[in-house]
């Protein structure tokens, strides 16, 4: 998505929706809001099986976690298996007193020692090729760690950035609660429809 074309009321993402939803209502198989509150990590607190996480989270996963635990891709639907790209990005402020120290900075984080440091020590996939042995080694790798590799390899997606992002989100998301809401018998399709003509009028999109 570019900005320019609203595709909620779209009828995959309408049945992706609903989906969504029968995994909490239906199914089963997926917490309800008012079940995960004041729980934190439900993995941890071995009220989940399974959990959404990143190699951020392994390091706490190796120390806390009172059981076995390993990665997985996540389970595919029609679409495939895709996971969103998410990066660490870093810069240089153009108001800074100190610019060749903030370069050297830089430099070490981005494509020197520092990606080591942060492939062992923080759990972050390496910018850089030579450290990717780093990674894949690590401090608190799971079993499985190749699993990482083939997701970020083969099915990961780069997140759509458009300058009414922000603002479009924030109208989106109350709308998912509502249709995730256990207490609230609300239409899919009927909401999604009336989100996407009111988006497609606030910011002028097809």
Do not use: C
């Not at 923080?122 to 790798?141: C, D, K, L, M, Y």
């Amino acid at each position: 998505m570019d900005g320019s074309k609203v595709e909620l009321d779209s009828p995959e993402t309408i049945e992706a929706i609903e989906f969504m939803h029968d995994l909490v209502h239906v199914h089963r198989v997926a917490p309800l809001a008012t079940e995960s509150e004041g729980l934190g990590d439900l993995f941890l607190a071995n009220r989940a099986a399974m959990a959404y996480a990143g190699p951020w989270h392994w390091r706490q996963y190796a120390e806390d976690g009172e059981f076995e635990w390993d990665i997985v891709e996540v389970p595919a639907g029609k679409a495939g298996n895709k996971s969103q790209l998410l990066g660490l990005p870093i810069g240089i402020g153009s108001q800074t007193d100190h610019p060749e120290e903030a370069w050297k900075l830089l430099e070490f984080l981005t494509h020197g020692e520092g990606q080591s440091i942060q492939a062992n020590i923080v759990g972050a996939n390496p910018s850089v090729i030579r450290e990717s042995h780093t990674f894949a080694e690590g401090q608190w790798v799971p079993e499985n760690v190749e699993a990482f590799q083939t997701i970020m390899e083969e099915n990961t997606v780069v997140q759509s950035m458009f300058p009414d992002k922000l603002e479009a989100v924030s109208n989106i998301q109350p709308v998912i609660d509502q249709i995730m809401d256990e207490t609230r018998d609300v239409d899919a399709e009927e909401a999604l429809g009336e989100l996407a003509d009111r988006l497609r009028t606030e910011f002028e999109m097809d």
